[in-house]
């Protein structure tokens, strides 16, 4: 009703985004009225805290770089961590506002970056004792996840919290609800590996994982351009590599002048660039679908739009296609990046694509490799000038240029399909078939059965009460009709 209680962005987003609008009814169980108080609160707590314009340059400093809040690395089921380095938190009133828009910075940065896919939430209590506790600033970090953001919380992983805190988390499970009790998870060195791997792990927690926090700049997602197209050649896997290359043209049809190239070692810029204008003109595979779903950006259409469909290492599915379409009247410069490059070969990874025109990247597994749930591929896209060149040098020289903010960036993630059924993702046989369903389609399949259950029940509910009002009137004509039978009998009488 009143104009100035919203920020005007979040209401037209919440006009235009159907999947923001589901993951309030989803994280309030589909009952409307408990979705719009939650909407309600939250868009006044998003524009108390200027949530949409909360940035590097409006928060101090230091709070990036005692390192206490970041994210990094996946949980085992693939979601992304958000560590709270407990050690590093002191308690301060001066400071707790700037602290508690921090802890929004990085849930709206992650938010807007990842299109919403929920996060793991890391409490490393480790080296921590009562000087840390700080239960409002805790309050606060759990309201953002249960009233704030909607659907955005898988769990909370809790490392070798000290007994001294028992009492204080006896105080922050009555803020949860049953739904958020059930997400918590304690753990300690010998069990946390259950909820992460070793690989996402510090060495104080058990693990491998030899990250260590810095600030400028912002913890990224650890992507990494790829050593060249047909993956890290080195003198131990070369000919197991110069096998698969050759099966690989093979398979999909190449032209013979391709598969001498890919054999040779790729030293020097010339041969890249050869590379290149070789994957340009390859062959597409006969039968391709194309994907079922499609980001739109607004320099390239990425299909599929969140997914790479994967097989395991018993389906032996181990290529999958990206399709970039470039909607703009200009030339669009693209690189492919991803979290794993010892893993993955992608051919092209760094290229050019025509104005209206369709490319195919070839994302296949090198090696004996197989893909995890935890494997990301980040694709970046920038406009180039006409007078720009395309090749290697020029491509080179664009990207040390170019300004970060007209670069267009899109993620991916990976899907291992277990079943032996392969997705439309999927090459194999120099075809695309059709994928199975994910835990989204059939969630979505699940809440439009509810909503059909709904108002099934509701016209239960008005035939019962127009079958008891009938039943009233039907008893009170009866009545009436005795009465004046009574009445005209007693008049004869």
């Known amino acids: 009703d009143k104009s100035d209680k919203y920020d005007s962005r979040d209401v037209e987003r919440l006009q235009q985004d159907d999947k923001w609008v589901e993951n309030y009814l989803i994280w309030r169980h589909d009952v409307v009225d408990d979705t719009l108080k939650m909407i309600d609160e939250s868009f006044q707590w998003r524009k108390e805290y200027t949530v949409n314009d909360l940035s590097e340059s409006v928060l101090p400093k230091w709070l990036f770089e005692i390192g206490a809040l970041f994210l990094h690395g996946y949980d085992k089921e693939g979601y992304k961590l958000f560590w709270f380095k407990v050690k590093h938190h002191t308690r301060d009133p001066k400071q707790q506002l700037d602290k508690k828009k921090l802890v929004a910075f990085w849930l709206e940065h992650y938010a807007k970056r990842d299109h919403g896919k929920p996060l793991t939430v890391v409490f490393d209590m480790a080296e921590t004792g009562i000087s840390h506790i700080d239960l409002d600033f805790v309050r606060f970090i759990v309201n953002c996840f249960t009233d704030y953001y909607p659907n955005f919380l898988t769990k909370i992983v809790i490392f070798e919290m000290p007994w001294i805190m028992n009492a204080a988390f006896k105080i922050v499970k009555g803020w949860l609800g049953p739904d958020a009790i059930s997400m918590l998870k304690f753990t300690n060195k010998n069990d946390v590996q259950e909820y992460i791997s070793a690989e996402y792990l510090p060495p104080h927690m058990g693990g491998t994982d030899s990250f260590k926090y810095s600030y400028p700049p912002l ?191 899109h993620r991916l993630r990976c899907h291992v399909i277990e079943s032996s059924k392969p997705s439309s993702l999927t090459l194999k046989d120099n075809a695309f078939n059709i994928p199975a369903k994910t835990n989204e389609d059939l969630h979505i399949q699940l809440t439009h059965l509810l909503q059909i259950n709904k108002r099934l029940e509701e016209q239960m509910n008005r035939c019962l009460w127009f079958q008891q009002l009938s039943v009233v009137l039907s008893l009170l004509s009866v009545t009436v009709a005795a009465f004046c039978f009574y009445l005209a009998y007693a008049q004869r009488s």
């Open 219 to 409: 913890v990224d997602d650890d992507f990494q351009t790829p050593l060249c197209e047909n993956g890290p050649i080195t003198s131990e896997d070369e000919h197991e590599s110069k096998e698969e290359i050759d099966a690989d043209t093979k398979e999909t049809g190449e032209l013979n002048e391709a598969q001498n190239l890919n054999q040779k070692k790729m030293n020097s810029i010339e041969q890249i660039s050869k590379s290149e204008e070789t994957d340009k003109t390859e062959v597409k595979p006969k039968n391709a679908k194309k994907a079922l779903t499609t980001f739109k950006g607004p320099l390239l259409h990425i299909s599929p739009a969140e997914e790479l469909y994967f097989g395991s290492k018993e389906t032996g599915e181990k290529k999958c296609l990206i399709v970039l379409t470039n909607v703009t009247k200009n030339v669009v410069a693209f690189k492919v990046r991803t979290t794993a490059p010892e893993k993955y070969r992608v051919k092209p990874s760094n290229s050019s694509c025509e104005p209206g025109t369709s490319l195919d990247i070839i994302v296949s597994l090198h090696g004996g490799f197989a893909a995890s749930l935890q494997d990301r591929f980040l694709i970046m896209a920038a406009e180039m000038d006409q007078s720009s060149g395309a090749g290697v040098p020029e491509l080179t020289q664009f990207w040390k240029e170019v300004p970060r903010t007209k670069v267009m960036e």
